[in-house]
T-cell receptor, first 113, second 114 residues
């Protein structure tokens, strides 16, 4: 009964490759997010979708492209991976953007070699 | 710029010691405040939250936090820590009308010695 699930949990890939991370939530939330946690464990938002519409796009390279086929799914596609993309990527969801908390997935540890 | 600052990078305590982790944010308007915990290798879990009302909020596992608006602070406390509290603790702020994004502090690593 996982609320926010991400796949894969671990991803090791070479520089220059293209990869995707998938996220699904079964909480009925209408807002989903991608956060990046760097090697110092600092968490920063990348994107947010509300009802399949992009509402937050922080200063993230164009190589990162989120896609939300429906409000229960938010995938992250990364082109031309670079060493600096190595991080843990967390998907999260919340009910609307108001007075609610976010629920996080278990994270995807991406290692670019 | 809006930011969240956690005072301690790494805290080491013995079991049964009391804990207080500091958190300050820089924003003068309406905010929601959160503390999340990340156990080793796991995802973030909500410890407690403040939206409005009583500034002293109680969370899971005996944690509590106090919102002091005049000080822009939301410090986390626990009277007696356990070895199982060893984890990374994150303070986060959600600013009204900014799309629901959380602004996180840099985290505090808590190590509890048995």
């Amino acid at each position: 009964d996982t609320a926010v699930s991400q796949t894969p949990k671990y991803l090791v890939t070479q520089m220059g490759n293209d990869k995707s991370i998938k996220c699904e939530q079964n909480l009925g939330h209408d807002t989903m997010y991608w956060y990046k946690q760097d090697s110092k464990k600092f968490l920063k938002i990348m994107f947010s979708y509300n009802n399949k519409e992009l509402i937050i796009n922080e200063t993230v390279p164009n190589r990162f492209s989120p896609k939300s086929p429906d409000k229960a799914h938010l995938n992250l596609h990364i082109n031309s991976l670079e060493l600096g993309d190595s991080a843990v990527y967390f998907c999260a969801s919340s009910q609307a953007t108001g007075t609610t908390e976010a629920f996080f997935g278990q994270g995807t540890r991406l290692t670019v070699v | 710029a809006q930011s969240v600052s956690q005072h301690n990078h790494h805290v080491i305590l013995s079991e049964a010691a009391s804990l207080e982790l500091g958190c300050n944010y820089s924003y003068g308007g309406t905010v929601n405040l959160f503390w999340y915990v990340q156990y080793p290798g796991q995802h973030l879990q909500l410890l407690l939250k403040y939206f409005s009302g009583d500034p002293l909020v109680k969370g899971i596992k005996g944690f509590e936090a106090e919102f002091i608006k005049s000080k822009f602070s939301f410090n986390l406390r626990k009277p007696s820590v356990q070895w199982s509290d060893t984890a990374e603790y994150f303070c986060a702020v959600k600013i009204y009308n900014q799309g629901g994004k959380l602004i996180f502090g840099q985290g505090t690593e808590l190590s509890v010695k048995p």
